[in-house]
């Protein structure tokens, strides 16, 4: 199938306003004729379903979370990026589209991302009339904050809570459109697959996570809000439960998956302390605004420090190592987060790491409580603060903190185009789950805005040219064979995984695989590395389907079950990472290939030979998957080596 | 660390439920509450039994998934922290640890230590929001909100809503939680137009659910992971007071 990214002709700065009057409208007594389900209630999600449901469709929307309001969304710490230039440092959507195409090194589709900075300054119209307690001025006006990879002062944000803030406003949205019965929520229910008849996508099949119940919903489209899927690391900075499970499925329904391998290791996370170790913690990269990376100059200090002889504080000025300063004078701490992350990796590979794992890096604040006042500090940083001590057990007022990079986000997810259409008409994808925005590395505070900018500003649009395209009549029941099979393979499935009765916890396979995938095809990768992965994979997953224990039944409440459903299919999307990480002979963001770096260590892009959006095709299990590729074309943009020097 | 657990055991709602107890041997005073969970899990997966349900996420105190009653405490003996947040530092070698579900009526218990919060998400939808389309907003900066008064929205609008204030309650109340929703929007210049029906609607729908009622002792506000204060249920009371003086729909 050629792929076909309906990027619309004409200037960048006019596309997205031609295209929008070029699509087709649903007449508005038509909406309620029209079905749309939207699984998943995260910033993608909920902003999603409540827009819909105000525009007249009736919708059904599904999570696996007791609530709607607990997507993973509401962990997002640092805040949200918006070209409105309040502080008139010289912002504009085309600063903010620059900034983005450059951080993802060119590896992102320039019509998406203007768009994409273009609705920026909608979205917090949208949530300050919602009622989301952004952070002010004295003057009552919105107070922005600096991220990584810009150098202005563009994030706006609600403490450190502001993704908890601004699905609340979707979710505010979204319960009053449940209770004008224009939305149906329905909660504890986990998405396993996507029915396709004549080549559209007409419902889904799903688990009742608290009866078992297997069942089916039909609908005249499909929504995946489904959230990224870094858990196949095992350790993350996500939630415990975000998974790949909806997005996989859909891929094998025929939804081509974009550049499977593009991750973003964020670079200050809490680091690994032991093998119990279930999750890892993300420190907002807004500390990076006010706290300095350092390590000490010498193996022999470093050293000391792990033995625990002496402390952070004991080694002197001019025996310290500002190394993102030293190297990067322009942009200093606040390089992209790919560039920190590997600095940080260059460092204790060194063997000048701190903890006694060696594996961490310093993020002091004492300068700027020195500088600002210890008050100044708290009142920025001071959830943040608490919450590393509640972990850690140390006072980072007082010693600095210990950071390392850690699994945060993927910038892969399924293929989209212009009008986040997946490869299977009438299958949508938005937000984290879809590839589209970021290129090989999204710039920090730029997710909540590509969710909500997805979910709010752009699929209401676009699915009405394909609502209107096929008609209120071209819906099938649930009755229909198609949806019984779909049912049926679940069942089979859950009675496969529930059969082997192996020796194994489905844990136990997953930390396996999160070893696998952090070793070979983490921070930095390279051929043998991918190649030895490959293999270690396919033998993981042959072993998981002869010896997992997987206890209970089907029908009833079944953690296991749930689990191991989740590590199945992540089991084989980490084979396919690993493939297309192999595949792409480059360096570009996120993706670092040993063999392609420049003298300095910097990432080295092939542009003449990897300018393409990689859209890999499922053709069996255990089968090759087959490779597309939609080139990228630059027409506002020059490609350069990113500097931030 | 050694540890012993007693850990509330139930099928389903509608069949009881009792303490059963567990040994661990093997504790890291670094790792996290429900981290020794996943530990116990595991072995019990091992040899044959069925896994202890427990609601979980973030595991970063922050979605309000984590609901566990810990000798006597909604999220154990730490304040100002939910379970996923709870080490086992704050414990010591030997210890027995008595672990429950929310003892709610509102609450009904789904499995072991999971319940139902769906009452929360009920009385949002009565009116928890101010109503605005996607598309029909102003300019941001259009509607000043003077810092204080954000601050204050903020505070209350930090609930993580775990349920945990009704838990501590004796009368099983949802008074915080509603009065933290109440409070954010009845500050903000935004909230005016819906401000006593809003009030008056989460009300009425906080009564429908079976939640008790607010005899002011401050545990909810102690045992709040998000330390949110009881000012917010002052101002719940006001808004709730002056909604009905001057309502024209004035029910139940
Ligand atoms: C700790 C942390 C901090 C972050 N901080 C920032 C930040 O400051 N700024 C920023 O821009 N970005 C940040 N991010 C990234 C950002 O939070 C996420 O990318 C974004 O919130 C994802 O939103 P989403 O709506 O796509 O998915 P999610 O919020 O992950 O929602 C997924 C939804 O899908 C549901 N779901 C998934 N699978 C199924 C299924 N099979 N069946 C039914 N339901 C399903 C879930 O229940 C959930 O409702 C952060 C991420 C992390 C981990
Ligand atoms: S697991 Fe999210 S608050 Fe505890």
């Given at each position: 199938m050629e792929l076909d990214s309906?990027?619309?002709?004409?200037?960048l700065a006019e596309k997205w306003a031609r295209h929008k009057f070029g699509l087709k409208l649903v007449n508005p007594a038509n909406k309620r004729k029209y079905d749309i389900i939207v699984v998943g209630t995260g910033l993608a999600g909920a902003s999603a379903a409540a827009s819909l449901a105000e525009l007249g469709y009736n919708v059904k929307a599904f999570t696996?979370?007791?609530?709607?309001?607990?997507?993973?969304?509401?962990?997002?710490q640092g805040g949200i990026n918006a070209a409105k230039n309040y502080q008139n440092d010289g912002d504009s959507v085309f600063r903010l589209f620059y900034d983005t195409i450059k951080g993802g090194d060119y590896r992102a589709r320039e019509g998406n991302v203007y768009r994409l900075a273009e609705v920026s300054v909608n979205i917090i119209d949208q949530c300050v009339a919602q009622g989301v307690p952004f952070a002010r001025e004295y003057g009552g006006l919105l107070a922005n904050r600096s991220f990584g990879?810009?150098?202005?002062?563009?994030t706006f944000y609600a403490r450190g809570q502001t993704g908890q803030q601004l699905l609340l406003g979707a979710y505010h949205a979204l319960s009053r459109q449940v209770a004008n019965g224009k939305v149906k929520l329905i909660t504890r229910t986990e998405m396993l697959d996507v029915i396709v008849v004549d080549g559209k996508a007409r419902g889904i099949i799903t688990r009742n996570?608290?009866?078992g119940a297997i069942e089916s919903h039909s609908a005249h489209a499909v929504l995946l809000c489904?959230?990224?899927?870094?858990n196949v690391f095992y350790l993350?900075?996500?939630?415990?439960?975000?998974?790949?499970t909806a997005a996989w499925r859909a891929h094998k329904k025929g939804a081509y998956f974009g550049n499977p391998c593009y991750t973003q290791i964020h670079p200050t996370c809490i680091p690994v302390k032991g093998d119990y170790q279930s999750k890892l913690t993300l420190m907002s990269e807004s500390l990076r605004n006010d706290g300095r990376v350092w390590v000490p100059k010498s193996q022999q200090d470093a050293e000391k420090i792990r033995k625990g002889?002496?402390?952070?504080?004991?080694?002197p000025e001019d025996a310290r190592d500002y190394f993102l300063e030293r190297r990067y004078?322009?942009?200093?701490?606040?390089?992209p987060r790919d560039v920190a992350s590997r600095n940080a990796k260059y460092v204790c590979d060194e063997g000048?790491?701190?903890?006694p794992t060696g594996l961490a890096v310093y993020l002091d604040f004492a300068d700027a409580i020195r500088r600002d006042g210890r008050k100044t500090i708290e009142a920025k940083y001071g959830n943040l603060f608490e919450m590393y001590e509640k972990i850690v057990g140390d006072n980072p007022y007082e010693t600095p903190m210990m950071i390392y990079p850690a699994v945060h986000y993927?910038?892969?997810g399924l293929w989209v185009d212009y009008n986040l259409m997946?490869?299977?008409?009438?299958l949508y994808a938005l937000g984290e789950a879809n590839?589209?925005?970021?290129?090989?590395n999204r710039l920090g505070a730029s997710a909540l805005m590509q969710g909500l900018a997805d979910g709010y500003f752009v699929i209401p649009y676009t699915i009405g040219d394909y609502l209107a395209t096929i008609g209120p009549g071209d819906k099938i029941a649930v009755d229909h064979p198609a949806f019984k099979e779909g049912e049926q393979r679940i069942h089979d499935m859950n009675n496969r995984l529930l059969s082997?009765?192996?020796?194994?916890?489905v844990d136990e396979y997953h930390k396996a695989l999160g070893h696998i995938m952090w070793d070979y095809c983490g921070m930095s990768r390279n051929a043998e590395g991918l190649k030895k992965a490959k293999k270690m994979i396919q033998e993981l997953r042959a072993e998981f389907w002869q010896n997992v224990r997987v206890l209970g039944t089907n029908e009833e409440m079944n953690q296991s079950l749930e689990h191991a459903g989740r590590v199945a299919d992540f089991l084989e999307l980490g084979e396919l990472m690993v493939d297309d990480a192999l595949h792409r002979e480059e360096s570009c963001g996120g993706h670092?290939?040993?063999?392609?770096?420049?003298?300095?260590?910097e990432a080295k892009r092939d542009d003449a030979n990897f300018t393409y959006v990689a859209a890999w095709e499922y053709t069996g299990d255990n089968k090759p998957e087959v490779l597309h590729k939609e080139e990228l074309e630059f027409e506002n943009v020059k490609l350069t080596q990113r500097s931030y020097k | 660390m050694k540890i012993t657990l007693k850990v509330w055991r139930q099928k389903n709602s509608n069949t009881p439920g009792k303490l059963v107890e567990y040994q661990l041997?093997?504790?890291?005073?670094?790792?996290?509450f429900l981290e020794m969970f996943d530990v116990l899990n595991g072995e019990l997966t091992k040899k044959g039994e069925e896994i202890i349900a427990f609601d979980h996420d973030c595991?970063?105190?922050?979605?309000?998934?984590c609901s566990m009653y810990i000798n006597g405490r909604a999220h154990g003996?730490?304040?100002?922290?939910t379970t996923c947040q709870?080490?086992?530092?704050s414990f010591s070698d030997g210890d027995t640890i008595v672990v429950e579900p929310w003892r709610a009526r509102a609450f009904p218990v789904i499995k072991d230590l999971m319940v139902d919060r769906t009452a929360f998400d009920r009385i949002a939808q009565a009116?928890?929001?101010?109503s605005v389309n996607t598309?029909?907003?102003?300019?941001?900066?259009?509607?000043p909100v003077p810092r204080e008064v954000a601050d204050t929205a903020m505070d209350a609008a930090?609930?993580?809503?775990?349920g945990a204030c009704v838990a501590a309650c004796k009368n099983a109340s949802a008074m915080l939680y509603v009065a933290a929703k109440v409070s954010h929007f009845a500050v903000?210049?935004?909230?005016?137009?819906?401000r006593t029906m809003r009030a008056e609607r989460m009300v009425a729908q906080m009564d429908t659910e079976g939640f008790g009622a607010c005899s002011f002792t401050g545990a909810c506000s102690v045992e709040c992971p998000k330390s949110i204060s009881l000012d917010h249920i002052a101002r719940l009371n006001r808004e709730y007071l002056g909604a009905k003086l001057t309502s024209n729909n004035v029910q139940g």
């Open positions: 309906k990027i619309p002709e004409g200037p696996f979370h007791d609530s709607a309001r607990r997507a993973h969304s509401i962990a997002a990879g810009a150098q202005v002062s563009r996570l608290l009866t489904t959230g990224g899927y870094g993350s900075t996500n939630a415990m439960n975000s998974n790949v002889q002496i402390k952070a504080n004991d080694i004078p322009s942009f200093g701490n606040l390089v000048r790491g701190v903890a993927t910038m892969g997946t490869t299977i008409p009438g590839f589209s925005d970021h290129g090989a082997i009765k192996g020796s194994k916890t670092f290939r040993e063999e392609y770096q420049t003298e300095e260590g | 041997d093997n504790i890291s005073p670094d790792m996290s595991r970063e105190g922050i979605c309000g998934s003996p730490q304040t100002g922290s709870l080490h086992m530092r009116g928890g929001y101010i598309g029909s907003a102003p300019d941001a900066n259009e509607i930090q609930c993580i809503a775990c903000l210049p935004q909230g005016q137009a819906e």
